[in-house]
């Protein structure tokens, strides 16, 4: 059973990069917004989302008046 | 031909159609129906920007566009004055980033509508919005768009962005949220691995486990459970530091202590060489008191957060009026006694009095009500409320922190922290309950490490843990606060938080009758006419005279005459009495009965019983009676009926002569009626009740009867927003509105009800819990589970009071 000596090690290992990611994801803000990715998954987008280059876009928007 | 099959309401915002109307927008590949050029045109951003499936997401019917004068361009634009973009703008270099409110949010589908509305606009790098505080984030490149231009096009597809710059509290609350949230997931992280040694030691326990390998155990346990004890445990240990050295015992001293005996005697046991470790308890209990604890802060600060939107839907910008100039500016820079410009469907940005023009303004912000106020000259409007009809001048008179919704928010505040007896009571109980404890603990230690040496620890442990009276201080607070928010909602604005449990209990309520259970405002019962000439030039002659007066009569009098050509001349107006002047070579007045006859000695019989009475008359006879009645607000008889039902006595306590009070009273079935009556009269009769061991409560009319106000057991005072700040009493009533009344007492009962059922379940849960743990049947993580779950349960009762989310506050 020496094997412990080695694997529990390593397991503290990976704990400490775990808990360094918990650390970033609450700085960054991730626990912020707890509803919305339920929506998200719903919407379905297919990836068109955002580009900003205007060959993308389906039609034009009427905004830009000014 | 589709026009007659679809039923005729605009498949955007649900409103009828007009039958004139021909506003259509082709939404995948199907025509629908709009009712007006708003819905048109919003109908079309969102379909040539590619979003037409927001149609098939959305759960609710849609606010149309604000169209896109040339002035809200100019408001927009101010947007871009980088004074102003310093509180709620990031820059770094070309890229710019900023926290916008939306409002108009009403499901899921708008914010999907909305990210992708404005990530398609070119410059716009990234957009996020948070589903539970409608909150944008946006990034843009400076070159390429401005803040305007992203606004613009929010506004566009019918929504509204306000700049999101959070008060210095709303900060501190999120800072502190984030670092209880890190606090929690290490000691869920190093907990969970705590555990997993914990069930090998256990089972080393069991079957037997070589010493070397189970001493190597144990040290890896201290070694995973000291960040929990010095990081995660810090803030129990904090708190339980600042009673002790106050010399009292509070809520965290028997789990700090429980804490830091299992972690030495387990270091002592390390040490020694023998014995048993209990780093896992040690997990057990910080994790689930800290669970607990982020829910609880979570839950409350739903609360606040509702009333936080409320100051953040403030328009950022005002119109000034310098000199006959209009100038945009923002309205941190508005000053008191400036002049304003408000247009129909603008924002007030700050309290004032009109000085030029004439509109019905939209208080619901503020009172719950959505039917607008007439306002005209002289009157005072707030901050917060929304101008309908037509332009207003307003002389500024409040600003920011002074205005009256920022006292409304104090106010609500402070009731929220105010303690009512039962809670005062909770609260020294839980004191002399954790001394108690820490007693029954010793003792526990004392009797057990002779009876059962190896499970003293534990057991001591199970018992310090497992009796938190954290159900006990948490059940009232969290209670109160919530049901304050629903009733602010509903438009009870509640100034004393104890008064919402003296409502419950009450058993008597008194009314005034005049502005509170009737309008307040009288309307013409009856018109007789007296002489020979003709009715309706009675009528406008009537109207014509009481044009210069300014008593609510004189309005009644005035309403439904269409105006004929009268010509008046000599006007002589005596407040409170009433006119005279002189018409087609005549003199003529209208006034009442004592009026008629002290000018022309004229007189008629007596039938103040039927009403108020006023007399139409010219020098030699009369020629009309206007007899007038007070009518009785809507919601008065539902009030009246449900507190019957409820075994509530009613009385009517009025300063009116019998005959009208006997009325109204036979009209709502009032048994006990008091009429012609003082303040001090019906003071005297309020104690007369109290005396007889009634709880009272007063619903009045706030200003008139102040004293009588203050003897009640809850005061209830009919309250406009402009006064509500002068009324000392206990709850006022925003929108005058009765039925809100009705909502509020049975959110009243229901409030006592939970915090009753949260104390019932406090104590009976310590009672049953204390005697496991004193026997030693409670392991110490049964006991950590319990506690913390006992407290969520507590809380999540008190929540059922919160209010419904609705478009407006949640």
């Known amino acids: ?66 | 031909m589709q026009n007659s099959e679809l039923s005729s309401s605009c498949f955007h915002c649900g409103l009828p159609v007009p039958d004139d109307a021909r506003f259509e927008v082709v939404i995948n590949e199907k025509t629908r129906p709009m009712c007006c050029p708003g819905c048109e045109a919003v109908a079309k951003a969102i379909v040539d920007s590619g979003n037409s499936r927001f149609y098939d997401m959305r759960e609710d019917k849609q606010a149309t566009a604000i169209p896109l004068i040339p002035e809200f361009l100019q408001q927009t634009a101010v947007y871009d004055h980088p004074d102003i973009q310093k509180s709620f703008v990031n820059h770094n270099g070309e890229v710019s980033e900023a926290s916008l409110i939306l409002e108009g949010i009403s499901c899921a589908a708008c914010i999907w509508l909305n990210e992708q509305h404005i990530a398609q606009l070119p410059g716009v790098l990234s957009v996020n919005i948070n589903y539970s505080n409608h909150r944008a984030t946006v990034r843009w490149d400076n070159d390429s768009i401005k803040l305007s231009e992203i606004l613009q096009a929010i506004a566009a597809i019918g929504y509204q962005a306000h700049p999101y710059s959070p008060e210095r509290q709303q900060e501190v609350f999120e800072a502190e949220r984030r670092t209880q949230l890190k606090r929690l997931g290490i000691a869920g992280l190093f907990g969970m691995q705590v555990m997993m040694i914990a069930i090998a030691l256990y089972a080393g326990d069991f079957s037997g486990m070589e010493l070397e390998y189970e001493s190597f155990l144990n040290k890896v346990s201290w070694l995973l459970a000291t960040p929990i004890v010095f990081y995660s445990a810090v803030p129990l240990f904090r708190s339980a530091w600042r009673d002790l050295s106050q010399f009292s015992v509070g809520m965290d001293v028997p789990v700090a202590l429980g804490i830091t005996i299992a972690y030495s005697a387990s270091i002592y046991a390390i040490i020694k060489g023998e014995g048993y470790v209990y780093f896992d308890s040690v997990a057990m209990f910080v994790f689930l008191l800290l669970g607990s604890r982020y829910f609880e802060l979570i839950a409350r600060k739903k609360g606040v957060e509702a009333a936080e939107k409320l100051m953040q839907m403030q328009p950022a910008t005002a119109t000034r009026i310098v000199d006959s100039e209009h100038q945009v500016i923002p309205v941190v820079e508005l000053n008191q006694n400036d002049t304003i410009m408000v247009k129909a469907g603008e924002t007030l940005p700050a309290d004032g009095y009109i000085v030029e023009g004439g509109s019905s303004v939209d208080e619901s912000l503020l009172t719950g009500e959505f039917d607008p106020v007439t306002k005209v000259v002289g009157d005072k409007v707030i901050a917060g409320s929304v101008n309908v009809e037509s332009p207003l001048i307003v002389c500024v008179s409040n600003v920011g922190t002074e205005t009256i919704m920022a006292g409304i928010l104090r106010l609500l505040d402070n009731a929220q922290n105010d303690k009512p007896p039962i809670t005062l009571l909770a609260d020294r109980a839980a004191r002399y309950f954790v001394f108690g404890v820490l007693i029954i603990a010793a003792a526990v230690a004392m009797y057990w490490s002779n009876a059962a040496p190896d499970f003293w620890l534990p057991i001591t442990l199970s018992v310090l843990v497992v009796s938190c009276p954290c159900a006990l201080s948490l059940a009232t607070p969290a209670a109160i606060s919530a049901a304050s928010t629903h009733l602010l909602q509903i438009g009870l604005l509640v100034t004393r938080g104890r008064a919402i449990e003296a409502l419950a209990a009450a058993d008597l309520f008194a009314f005034d009758k005049t502005g509170t259970l009737t309008k307040g405002k009288p309307v013409v019962d009856r018109v007789e006419n007296l002489s020979s000439e003709n009715e309706t030039q009675l009528l406008q002659l009537a109207a014509a005279l009481e044009r210069y007066s300014e008593h609510p009569i004189a309005k009644a009098i005035q309403q439904n005459v269409s105006m004929g050509k009268i010509d008046l001349t000599e006007v002589v107006n005596i407040p409170g009495q009433g006119v005279h002047a002189v018409w087609q070579g005549n003199q003529v007045a209208i006034g009442s009965r004592k009026f008629i006859k002290d000018l022309f000695a004229l007189d008629v019989d007596d039938q103040g019983a039927n009403g108020t009475e006023v007399l139409l008359a010219d020098k030699s006879r009369l020629l009309a009676r206007f007899t007038l009645r007070d009518v009785v607000r809507s919601g008065a008889q539902a009030l009246l009926n449900d507190l019957t039902d409820k075994q509530v006595d009613i009385a009517l306590l009025t300063g009116d002569n019998a005959a009208s009070a006997q009325k109204i009273a036979d009209e709502l079935k009032i048994s006990k009626l008091f009429t012609e009556m003082s303040p001090e009269d019906k003071l005297k009769q309020l104690q007369a009740f109290q005396q007889q061991g009634r709880r009272v409560v007063m619903v009045g009319d706030g200003i008139n009867d102040a004293p009588v106000l203050a003897g009640a057991d809850v005061s209830i005072a009919m309250g406009n927003a402009s006064e509500l700040l002068h009324l000392g009493s206990d709850m006022v009533l925003l929108n005058e509105n009765l039925q809100s009344l009705n909502r509020g007492v049975k959110i009243s009962t229901k409030t006592l009800k939970i915090i009753r059922q949260n104390i019932t379940w406090a104590i009976g849960y310590n009672l049953v819990a204390l005697p496991l743990a004193v026997s030693g049947n409670l392991s110490p993580w049964m006991a950590a589970l319990g506690m913390s779950l006992s407290s969520l349960l507590v809380v999540a009762n008190a929540l059922r009071l919160s209010p419904q989310k609705t478009h407006k506050l949640g």
């Not at chain 1, 704990?15 to 918990?22: C, T």
């Not at chain 1, 912020?32 to 919407?43: C, I, N, S, T």
């Open chain 1, 1 to 66: 059973m020496e094997i412990i000596y080695l694997l529990i090690p390593l397991s503290i290992l990976i704990l400490i990069g775990i808990v360094w990611v918990l650390m970033w994801a609450v700085r960054s803000g991730q626990f912020d917004d707890m509803e919305g990715p339920a929506y998200r998954v719903l919407q379905d987008d297919d990836g068109i989302i955002k580009t900003n280059k205007p060959e993308d876009k389906p039609g034009h928007t009427e905004t830009k008046d000014s």
